[in-house]
């Protein structure tokens, strides 16, 4: 008997070689019948023997395309067309009004593409370009979807014959390889001098010209998937100096690429897990501990244990780490923070004063997305930065969304989120708000994000703080797309649920909130927090007593005043730290003795800023968190002993942190080592995490615990934490498919907006 079927695929179905897989089912089944994309993903329509028509459903999605991801189908039957054969047909343009399509992230070129790369009798033999349908750009070079060459930046390449003959041949593995190109009719290399006129010529001579260059220890500007790099000789100081000093960077660390996993390995200790990563398709830098003998120039990460290393995620990055063989520094192609840049116009102007050559293309990039940063934690994969090859894999919701929630995320590390029905797409890392560039490619992320999804939010969710620029941005959109409900979510609530929807949590969590800043519902800034949080609602049980924050922002980069404050609050008289400046010392006392009018904080980052300032180890932090950093670096993981910090109070209690501080403070006067202050410090902060939640449970009987807050990016304290409350019978969560910073914010921010207008029912 014959049989018809018609089958919508939603998902990630496009761009991951999903057709040519269903192509190759059909043939298998010898039915006949058409697949294509289309928004909202891909249809098959499907006829013949009732038998080959049901073993094709069931088959669809047992073993799908390894990049893509189901994430619903729907299937109807039809009347049978007697069709002839089966098609990839185009594109259907009519379904506009269907649901998001889900974009494939970006994915590290193949074994396959690269045994080809470095294959002379390869047609594709050093094309800087090659990829196939299991690796290359996706969402970088993505414009609109349905995902089709004509929509990327391929479009200004018609494929060759030779290229076309692959595309239309279903035995080959570039078989509707959407972004395929080869020596002939893909896209060109081109060098530019900065300086001398820029003068310029193209070809392989470009390649060869960067890769000297390099050699030679200058910078290379290079235009690389979501971004321009920068990059230099990690192996040679006086470059890296230079690199550090145009680049407006000085002490934060930079990234080094390196040629494969047995380099790497050369470099630093790399453990199973950690190799997995740094092979794995999303290729992102992976934090290591660095060998003392590993030859990488000091100024790449001063003062710091871990070295972010990474691989080649692209065919034109290893072909130049094959041709300088020797460790790369490869970095966001900005100035100091201003986001990464895509714009070849905007990239020649800015970076004109920090590169002294240009390696560019023709094919323009349509998405931002800088490198990506985990690190292996106890085993499990924590994101420090998510960005190229995670972003903008979509994150399952732990309850529909119901209508569609924009979330606009902090201030710092800014991401924007969609949470629409089922899932959340959670954008690329943007970066710090501070600057109109920032602020404009936040804008993009959301345009972006909103064409793709192809829909208009029904509510905006933002920080609470009024001043945050995502805060102003989310006002705007309010107003330009007509949206229904501005969601205001506290900062720490924001953390919590971000963890909480990942870990697909229904129901009240505990949530230790350790963070640096975040306005709170009473005013204050808070980031020692113990709550108590259910979906959209949450209660503060707990937090660390209060401390004033002298001249309030100045403080993250000037730790030495939260020592002050810190000091002064637990009545010792504190002694101006060296290489402090005497007029801004007395300015701070001056402050904190009309302490009355300071803003107060429960912070847990400027808590360990203060200890960083009396243990002497940073009086400035040049970037954020380093002054913790370097506590944490200092700290001896084996110690004994603690410091005892009081809880106080009833209803909301707090723990008394001048009890840490004063332990600090008389260790030191008993001559006892830094490291093993350090050491003790983080038992202290372990014990009164395990106190707080050990209260919680007894009062509430909850029994999950959710630790984030950017402070947990502190190894040390995340596994102490960790170990001591499994121990005592809680489950503890961790976020791991965002970052416990505020780079998870939008994420929680979003859930939270959506289950406040989920509890609020159904919308007029
Ligand atoms: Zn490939
Ligand atoms: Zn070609
Ligand atoms: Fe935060």
Redesign the pocket.
């Known amino acids: 008997m014959m049989e018809r079927r018609l089958i919508a695929v939603e998902g990630v179905v496009q761009g991951v070689g999903f057709r040519p897989y269903v192509h190759r089912l059909a043939a298998a089944n010898d039915l006949r019948g058409s697949v294509r994309n289309d928004a909202s993903g891909v249809v098959i329509d499907v006829e013949g023997e009732r038998g080959g028509v049901v073993a094709f459903c069931a088959s669809l999605t047992l073993a799908p395309p390894p990049l893509a991801a189901i994430t619903r189908i729907d299937v109807v039957t039809a009347s049978p067309r007697s069709y002839e054969a089966f098609s990839i047909a185009a594109s259907g343009a009519d379904a506009r009004e269907y649901g998001p399509t889900l974009i494939p992230a970006d994915v590290a070129?193949?074994r396959?593409?690269l045994a080809e790369l470095f294959d002379p009798g390869d047609r594709r033999f050093r094309h800087p370009f090659i990829?196939?349908t299991?690796?290359?750009p996706r969402f970088t070079i993505v414009r609109d979807t349905p995902y089709d060459r004509e929509r990327t930046t391929m479009s200004g390449f018609p494929l060759c014959a030779d290229c076309e003959r692959e595309y239309n041949n279903p035995a080959d593995r570039r078989f509707h390889a959407e972004a395929i190109a080869c020596c002939s009719c893909g896209p060109t290399l081109r060098v530019m001098a900065s300086a001398a006129g820029m003068e310029s010529h193209g070809g392989a001579d470009a390649l060869e010209s960067a890769v000297s260059a390099l050699r030679d220890g200058r910078i290379v500007a290079l235009k690389a998937l979501g971004g321009y790099h920068l990059a230099c000789d990690a192996t040679n100081a006086a470059v890296v100096g230079r690199l550090r000093a145009r680049k407006g960077r000085e002490a934060k660390p930079l990234a080094v690429m390196v040629r494969h996993a047995a380099e790497a390995a050369r470099l630093c200790v790399v453990a199973p897990a950690e190799r997995t990563l740094l092979e794995s398709r999303m290729c992102p830098i992976v934090l290591l501990p660095r060998r003392d003998d590993a030859g990488i120039a000091d100024s790449v990460a001063p003062g710091q244990r871990l070295l972010g290393v990474m691989l080649p995620s692209t065919p034109l990055h290893h072909l130049l780490l094959a041709g300088v063989d020797r460790p790369l520094v490869m970095t966001s192609g900005n100035r100091s923070d201003e986001p990464v840049a895509i714009d070849d116009d905007v990239a020649l102007a800015t970076l004109a004063s920090v590169a002294d050559l240009f390696l560019v293309h023709d094919r323009p990039i349509a998405a931002r997305s800088d490198d990506s940063v985990v690190r292996v934690v106890a085993g499990d994969t924590r994101l420090v930065r998510r960005s190229r090859g995670y972003a903008p894999q979509a994150i399952r919701l732990a309850r529909p969304a119901g209508p569609p929630v924009l979330a606009v995320g902090g201030h710092l590390k800014n991401t924007v989120c969609l949470a629409t029905e089922s899932h959340a797409i959670l954008s690329a890392h943007i970066g710090d708000l501070e600057t109109i560039e920032a602020r404009r490619a936040m804008q993009d992320a959301v345009g972006g994000m909103l064409r793709a999804a192809r829909v208009t939010p029904w509510a905006i969710a933002h920080d609470l703080h009024p001043d945050y620029a995502s805060t102003h941005v989310a006002d705007a959109l309010v107003r330009q797309l007509g949206v229904e409900r501005l969601v205001a979510v506290q900062h720490h609530h924001a953390h919590v649920a971000a963890c909480v929807v990942e870990h697909g949590v229904v129901g009240p969590v505990i949530g230790v909130v350790f963070d640096g800043a975040g306005l709170g519902t009473d005013g204050a800034i808070w980031g020692g927090e113990f709550l108590l949080v259910d979906g959209a609602a949450f209660e503060r049980c707990g937090h660390l007593a209060y401390t004033p924050l002298p001249g309030g922002d100045a403080c993250a980069r000037r730790p030495w005043r939260s020592a002050a404050a810190h000091l002064a609050a637990c009545g010792v008289d504190g002694r101006r730290p060296d290489g402090v400046d005497a007029l801004e010392w007395s300015l701070v006392q001056q402050l904190l003795s009309r302490s009355s009018q300071q803003p107060r904080t429960s912070s847990v980052g400027r808590l360990f800023d203060a200890v960083a300032s009396i243990l002497g180890l940073r009086q400035v932090s040049r970037f954020e968190g380093e002054a913790a950093m370097a506590v944490e670096v200092a700290a001896d993981p084996c110690v004994a002993g603690s410091y005892d910090a009081p809880i106080e109070g009833d209803a909301t209690w707090t723990v008394d942190t001048g009890a840490i501080i004063r332990g600090v403070v008389d260790d030191q006067a008993r001559g006892r080592s830094v490291a093993e202050i350090a050491g003790r410090f983080h038992v202290a902060l372990r014990d009164l995490i395990v106190a707080g939640c050990m209260r919680m449970r007894a009062a509430t009987g909850v029994e999950k615990v959710a630790l984030t807050g950017g402070v947990f990016m502190n190894a040390l304290l995340l596994t102490g934490a960790s170990e001591a409350l499994s121990a005592l019978g809680f489950r503890v969560l961790v976020p791991r498919q965002a970052p416990c910073n505020d780079g998870g914010l939008s994420l929680g921010q979003a859930y939270v907006a959506a289950r406040a207008l989920d509890e609020e029912g159904p919308c007029a």
């Open positions: 070129t193949c396959q593409c990829t196939c299991d690796c290359g």
